[in-house]
């Protein structure tokens, strides 16, 4: 399995993480998992329009995500992982999917949440996902954008 980056970005695919994002990591596959986004044509149709040229892309369910990276389907890919928010990224992780890092991108406000960036809102249950993948080994950073720090969410959150 080649994951290349994983970023929680509820827009999915945009113009940043087409362009940008995929071109700094080296991205040879887009994988965005979301159980809603993949029983919606609309949003299929946009994502295919979205990802760049030459780069292929997977929309997949959770388990069906799993699957795919644990059996090693990708393993000639680099894989830009992508889910539209945190519980998606943490059932990936808790199933056996691995990656050393998460990127917090854009998580919209909603009700009961706080902002922490400028595109960054999170809830309670935001907040103890963080803190779970964190005790899982993994580095969670919060970057809109490659050039932006890329030091711990926890420098973030509310104390």
């Known amino acids: ?41 609309m949003i299929i149709a946009g994502l295919k ?3 760049p040229a030459g780069v292929k892309l997977s929309i997949l369910s959770k388990k069906k995500a799993v699957e795919k990276f644990q059996s090693d389907v990708y393993d000639n890919d680099k894989v830009f992982l992508i889910t539209k928010n945190l ?27 706080t902002q922490i960036k400028k595109s960054v809102y999170v809830t309670k249950e935001d907040i103890d996902s963080i803190h779970h993948l964190i005790d899982k080994g993994i580095r969670v950073t919060a970057q809109m954008i490659p050039a932006e720090s890329d030091q711990s969410i926890i420098e973030y959150l509310p104390k």
């Open 1 to 41: 399995m080649a994951i290349v980056h994983a970023r929680i970005d509820e827009r999915l695919i945009h113009g940043q993480v087409a362009m940008v994002w995929t071109n700094t990591v080296g991205a040879t596959r887009i994988a965005v998992v979301n159980d809603e986004a993949v029983k919606d044509e």
């Open 49 to 51: 329009m979205a990802k």
């Open 87 to 113: 519980q998606d990224m943490e059932f990936l992780v808790e199933n056996g999917v691995k990656t050393g890092t998460i990127n917090v991108g854009n998580i919209a406000k909603r009700e009961g949440s």
